[in-house]
């Protein structure tokens, strides 16, 4: 089928002399409706630094596209009653009309189920067979025989073989993150129909990826410098590294995918990670069939960008860079990555199924328009940590800082031009302070353009609205309402100056707000230009005349239309109960013994914000220093500051303990969780703002009680400890059943 051109007029090709920008955000995979989190997270900031490359003049393309092959392609249309590909042409479609509402600005919106994937897949197959890198391997899976089909390992469910929980997943286990092969499960079941399958052998092709280990550290270690990629980014993949490359099985017995092209595989398709990422070449061929290689076989020339989840980094770092330097291609390989992490609803995950979130869909139907979606998420980004939206920040954010700020200012200096200037820019002679303020605003300029040329999106738009609120200042100081009677000239040279503001933020966020940035443009009468190269002001001439149609540019929203979507989009969830409790993980990094104390240590712990917290734990007597060091930790963030021999504690690590008082005392923890993420009951929601701090004895009380059970950690009588993800939480020691205490001092 053929990929659609949404934006470009003409094919652009690198040009010598110009700097050449290559954008690819994560392809998103195609069998569902994408959520504000998926939109964020990939084609939003892609978006935003696409533009930006526009606004310098850069010469760049952005591509993206669905992902469209796999099992989960195959699983979806089974249960819809269609053909993968009757599916994939639905929510290509769909897709589409979401990402234009929000005005994303590809250049190419593609899809992978073209003849170029199929052409360009095999052939880098090829050259890595040629090249000794493949290895044929004959291996057990499960086979469902009511499906007739070998099962993916996530649509297998059993008994983990290592801490017995009754539904892990094929490939790992949620409880304990143990990694798993299907065959490994204890009584595993088909996901689809819950039929036992059976162990079938069956050959599959690896890359060997142990021979291509040292090339790629060499490229890891020097992109990662040269590309600044982000710290969690270069973390993952030295982890991968320093664990060692195992062979990747790149095959899988499946008929919705590409082909392997060789006889004795010609029953098999590419396995979606190895396939999947060459789908950025591919639909960059569809684009420019005749010149694609120019982008992608010029890695003097053309740097590349790529933009994603933290979920995906390993696949773009390790897995699709190996099988391009195993080709023996010149191929652009990474030069910046950019990764977010994730972004919940409410304290929750999103869940089409469970009418959880605002999708994709639902935020085109909310008559907000895209521009205030976009400057939520863009300022919300979660660049370091997760972000939760939440209808009342969504609102206040939206009243107080775009209407207050940028909306109220814009709007009051353009309508002072109308009604005393009759729609002409007056002439303007600056003063000493005037001067001050226009080198305030040129050095904000520069910060902005040196944030966008690292990607700091989300500082980038903060230094745009601390512009605004300096023009607002200067508005409110001079008082051009008083002015115009007092002192002409001078309520001209303000009004001027303010007009050049306007001028300035309009171009400024173009890359975030395209919609707001062309009605401000409408409104001074004057077309889009570039970022000037020497980073000022823009200057509107004097004698220009302004648009007299002077409009109000964001409207409020109101409280009843913020509480009616509030009930739309809270799903289930809405009926259950608030957890009062606000529990993160958290990492430890730091560890002292207390002075005049033998039970006390001082600890540095991490929970996802920019400063660690301070925690005083009574655990000497459990755990050494050493122990403590690096240690994932269960972190309650809401409990009232105290202060234990001097020291102020921000929050309690929280322990297990047998009722008798016997036994090891046993940390709470959440194996491969991130810090920052948040830990609720099952069957409870997430406040979106902590309760007001409470004291070590309300926590105490029966109803915030927490014990084992059955081996979980249970709050209350029933409510399993969990991370928003559904990551169980679990204990380093046996403790038997007793409750989470905080450690004594």
Known sequence: SSACVTMAAEVKVPTAGRRNILITSALPYVN??????????????????????????????????TDEYGTATETRAREEGVTPKELCNKYHAIHKRVYEWFDCSFDIFGRT????????????FHKLNANDLLVEKEVSQLYCEKCERFLADRYVRGTCPFCAYDG????????????????????????????????????????????????LKNWVDQSSQKGFWSPNSVQMTHGWLKNGL?????????????????????????????DAPIGYISITANYAPHDWEQWWKNPENVE??????????????????????????????LHHLSTTEYLTYEGRKFTKSGGVGVFGDHAMQTNIPAEIWRYYLLVNR????????????????????????????????????????????????????????IEAVNGLIRDFAASMEKVHIKEALKIIMEISQIGNKFL??????????????????????????????????????????SKILAQLNLPPCRLRDDMVMLTVPEGHEISHNIAPLIQKLEDKVIEALKEKFAGAQASMPPCPLDIRVGRIEGVQALPDSDKLYVMKVNVGSSVPRTVVAGLRAHYTQEELEGKGVCVLCNLKP?????????????????????????????????????????????????????????????????????????????????????????????AGAGEALHNEA
């Open 382 to 437: 979660p660049e370091q940590s997760d972000s939760d939206f939440t209808w009342d920040d969504f609102k206040a954010k939206t009243n107080n800082e775009l209407l207050k700020n940028l909306g109220n200012f814009i709007n009051r200096a353009l309508m002072f031009i109308k009604n005393n200037l009759h729609c002409i820019i007056p002439p303007a002679t600056f003063c000493d302070e005037d001067q001050k303020i």
């Open 113 to 124: 189920t073209t003849e170029q994937q199929t052409h360009i897949a095999q052939n880098i």
């Open 304 to 333: 590349l960008f790529q933009f994603m989840g933290k979920d995906n980094v390993p696949f773009h770092t390790v897995i699709f860079p190996s099988s391009l330097l195993g080709s023996g291609d010149n191929w652009t390989l």
């Open 168 to 215: 892990a997943r094929g490939d790992q286990c949620d409880k304990c993150q143990k990694l798993l092969d299907p065959t490994e499960l204890i009584n595993p079941k088909c996901h689809t129909d819950g039929t036992q399958p059976v162990e079938r052998s069956t050959t599959h092709l690896f890359l060997k990826l142990p021979e291509l280990t040292e090339r």
């Open 246 to 274: 195992t062979d990747r099985c790149i095959t899988r017995d499946l008929k919705w995918g590409t082909p392997v092209p060789i006889e004795k595989f010609k029953h098999k398709v590419f396995y979606v990670w190895f």
């Open 32 to 65: 569902n409706v994408p959520h504000l989190g998926n939109i964020i997270g990939c084609v939003l900031s892609g978006d935003v630094f696409a533009r930006y490359c526009r606004l310098r003049d850069y010469n760049v393309i952005y591509v993206c596209g």
């Open 642 to 734: 105290a202060k234990l021999k001097g020291v102020k504690s921000e929050g309690m690590c929280l322990a297990c303990k047998r009722q008798d008082g016997e036994g090891p005392l046993g940390l709470l923890f959440v194996p491969e969780a991130q810090p920052g993420e948040k830990i609720c009951p099952q069957d409870m929601r997430l406040v979106p703002a902590a309760p007001s701090k409470f004291d070590l004895n309300q926590f105490k009380k029966p109803e915030n009680s927490m014990h084992m059970k059955e081996g979980r950690v249970v709050f209350g009588e029933t409510h399993v400890l969990q991370t928003e993800k559904g990551v169980l939480v679990t204990v380093d020691r046996a």
């Open 476 to 517: 409110q100081d001079n008082k051009p309402w008083e002015l115009g009677k007092s002192d002409p000239v001078r309520c001209g040279t303000v009004l001027s100056l303010a007009a050049n503001f306007v001028f300035t933020l309009s171009i400024l966020m173009e890359p975030f707000m395209p919609q707001l940035s």
